[in-house]
């Protein structure tokens, strides 16, 4: 029999998530509510990008990194619109985007001046990028307008057709007065400036108040990783927010004994039991894409029962405590986060990381099991 361990992927989930995201906005909205990316990006933050597809059918764009990606969906079926959040690398892209009907986000003088070299290409959706406190993309505040000009320019020429603004927060997820500081910027650099606008990552698009800041005709939100069932804030779960998981890491025990009271289990015998206790194995190690940097009482579900990890994670195994469980055996189901067990923000705060980096790691080698209950397809 294959390997007793596997990543179930809810369709279903995503379109929850996707419709709590919306309700939230408009309980916000002060008119009409943004529009929303789904983001997809890091193939779709681990969960595959079909499976995106049919989960965000109700999506009203998709948002992602690589120029390969937005063929995909394309190809399958997408007819929404698609919007590149790195934008384009080379001269040789742009042609695809035209061909594909696909947008670019412009946040350097580089991107401008290949445009300009393409005179023959028409009708891009672009939006320019603004380096409101991020720190990464876009223009400077001073040199925004200058660039937005010569986007403007691009559009006379039919280069260009709508052009948007747009910039991304550092700190929604827990100082609101960065945010705010952040959005003034925008706000300032971009007034007067025609086109749509997009902001807001996932804490921001949850934040109340802060979606319905820019009211201008047509704003769009970014959400990311609430789409996919975890949270963007390290005090809120997911669960509060209303989120469910859309994937579940599960697997099964392939052994169970008891560790003698003195003894140490694993690599490095970093747990030693001080008393007799009972030990599951797990195929599940950080070869599937389970962070070895967890510890012992990181929580996992055996059985239906919470317990924890105990010692260090290996290639492809990992221990876990069976006192709490007495009734667990081999090929008892466990799971590691998701559906049925902590979730993944829990697994990643135990591990010092976040729930973004759990899921974009789990390895190909892992099966996939999706569950379908989405039609694909945007109007």
Not at 39 to 50: F, S
Not at 138 to 155: C, H, I, S, T, V
Request: proline share 6%; charged share 15%; net charge negative.
């Amino acid at each position: 029999m294959p390997r007793p361990i596997l990543a179930t992927l809810d369709t279903e989930a995503l379109s929850h998530n996707l419709h709590v995201v919306r309700q939230h906005l408009a309980q916000d909205a002060q008119g009409q509510a943004p529009f929303i990316w789904a983001v997809i990006k890091a193939h779709a933050y681990g969960h595959g990008l079909d499976v995106a597809l049919c989960g965000f059918a109700k999506a009203d764009g998709l948002a992602m990194l690589d120029l390969d990606e937005a063929i995909h969906c394309r190809e399958s079926g997408w007819k929404g619109p698609l919007l590149l959040l790195e934008g384009f690398f080379e001269p040789a892209d742009i042609s695809v985007l035209q061909q594909y009907g696909i947008a670019t986000t412009l946040h350097c003088a580089e991107q401008l001046s290949m445009l300009e070299a393409t005179p023959a290409v028409r009708g891009l959706n672009a939006f320019v990028k603004l380096n409101s406190g991020m720190h990464r993309l876009g223009f400077q505040p001073d040199e925004y307008r200058a660039a937005f000009d010569r986007a403007l320019a691009l559009k006379a020429s039919g280069v260009l057709a709508e052009i948007g603004k747009m910039t991304h927060f550092a700190r929604a997820d827990d100082d609101p007065d960065v945010t705010s500081e952040q959005l003034a910027r925008f706000q300032r650099a971009t007034q007067g400036l025609p086109g749509p606008v997009s902001v807001c990552n996932s804490a921001a698009t949850l934040t109340p108040g802060f979606a319905a800041h820019v009211t201008d005709h047509a704003q769009w939100v970014r959400p990311g990783i609430c789409l996919y069932g975890a949270s963007p804030f390290a005090d809120r779960s997911a669960e509060s927010l209303g989120l469910r998981p859309a994937m579940t890491l599960s697997a099964q025990l392939i052994s169970a004994h008891v560790l003698p009271a003195g003894e140490a289990i694993g690599y490095g015998q970093t747990f030693r039991a001080t008393r007799a206790t009972r030990v599951g194995i797990v195929a599940c190690g950080y070869a599937d894409g389970y962070p070895r940097h967890a510890v012992t009482g990181t929580p996992v579900t055996v059985a239906g029962v919470r317990t924890r990890l105990l010692g260090r994670v290996s290639m492809d195994m990992l221990a876990v405590d069976l006192d709490p469980v007495p009734q667990a055996h081999v090929g008892s189901p466990v799971v590691l986060w998701g559906q049925g067990g902590p979730s993944v923000d829990e697994v990643a705060q135990s591990c010092g990381t976040i729930g973004y980096e759990l899921l974009t790691a789990v390895m190909p080698r892992v099966p996939r099991q999706v569950s379908t209950r989405s039609t694909l397809g945007n109007s």
